[in-house]
């Protein structure tokens, strides 16, 4: 991952909201995927499933971590996602059908893990090592995520359009 010499930096509201918002992102995911595992719906991917859940529930601790502590920040601090987009792809996977629900899941831990790339470009290598840890981190325990078997076609109609529009997961930061 190469790192731009003169990225564009987080300031500290931006951080709250944020590591805030990743860790609202992922314990929607963790209590998501968790749910698909145990239902019995579809039992050859339950093991994925639940392993991937119990990775995003820990991954919750460490975003939270990064929120500052300060109480002129408290207005920034979400108990939620950082974009409505956000919250309407984790509403669009209550609507994935069991057969698809491997599929869905690569595909939102593709695009977590892309935007996470994304955001550690714009981090500074001093200021932000925490946050670029964590990153590194939550991108490593991401390697070995479903590969979806089938691809989504029509399975889930309205989950490729969420996706697009919770780009990138992290608001604008990103950006």
Request: hydrophobic fraction near 50%; include cysteine; aromatic fraction near 4%.
């Amino acid at each position: 991952m190469s790192v731009d010499p003169d990225p564009t930096p987080v300031t500290a509201a931006e951080g709250a909201r944020t590591w805030s918002g990743l860790a609202w992102f992922c314990a929607a995911l963790f209590e998501r995927f968790g749910a698909w595992s145990n239902d019995g719906a579809d039992p050859s991917s339950a093991r994925e499933l639940a392993s991937l859940s119990r990775r995003l529930g820990e991954h919750v601790a460490w975003w939270q971590g990064l929120v500052p502590d300060s109480l002129l920040l408290a207005d920034e601090v979400l108990d939620g996602p950082v974009d409505p987009g956000v919250a309407m792809l984790v509403e669009a996977l209550a609507a994935v059908p069991p057969g698809g629900r491997l599929a869905a899941a690569a595909a939102v831990a593709d695009v977590l893990d892309a935007d996470l790339a994304l955001l550690a470009g714009r981090l500074g290598t001093v200021g932000d090592a925490p946050a670029r840890r964590i990153i590194r981190l939550v991108r490593a325990d991401l390697e070995d995520r479903p590969a979806g078997g089938s691809p989504l076609d029509g399975q889930a109609p309205g989950l490729q359009g969420a996706l697009a529009a919770a780009r990138p997961i992290m608001g604008e930061t990103a950006g």
